[in-house]
């Protein structure tokens, strides 16, 4: 089955950058659509961003749009999400999913069936 690894994570500065990976283990990934949600302690898993198969169709929250740059390169089974102008409130643990059964994009949790192991982004005021 597919597997999902997320790297890049670490401590950054109010206003810094940085950028989270997602690498499928397998082919299948490029046939998978791939979400970004985020969830900080005591805090709901929330959305971040999405991509469709092709790369071509993304979607973003609110709180996203302008500074997180999400994109896929299929040929090495990797999502990519760029993170700028970060803030304190962006601290999180950061997670990848594929939908499993659709190459579509969707801000709905419920809609992904695999999950990564999540990578850490802590941002320092």
């Known amino acids: 089955q597919l597997q999902l690894t997320e790297s890049g994570g670490g401590l950054v500065q109010a206003g810094g950058s940085l950028t989270l990976f997602c690498k499928g283990s397998?082919?299948?990934?490029?046939?998978?659509?791939i979400g970004w949600f985020r969830q900080a302690p005591g805090k709901d898993r929330e959305y971040v961003s999405s991509?469709?198969?092709?790369?071509?169709?993304?979607d973003y929250a609110d709180f996203a749009k302008g500074r997180f740059t999400i994109g896929r390169i299929n040929r090495d089974n990797v999502v990519s999400l760029a993170l700028r102008d970060l803030k304190p409130e962006d601290t999180a643990t950061y997670f990848c999913a594929a939908r499993g059964d659709s190459g579509w994009y969707s801000k709905h949790s419920n809609d992904y069936e695999i999950w990564g192991q999540g990578t850490q982004v802590t941002v320092s005021s």
């Open positions: 991509i469709n198969t092709s790369g071509g169709i993304m």
């Open positions: 397998d082919r299948a990934f490029t046939r998978n659509g």
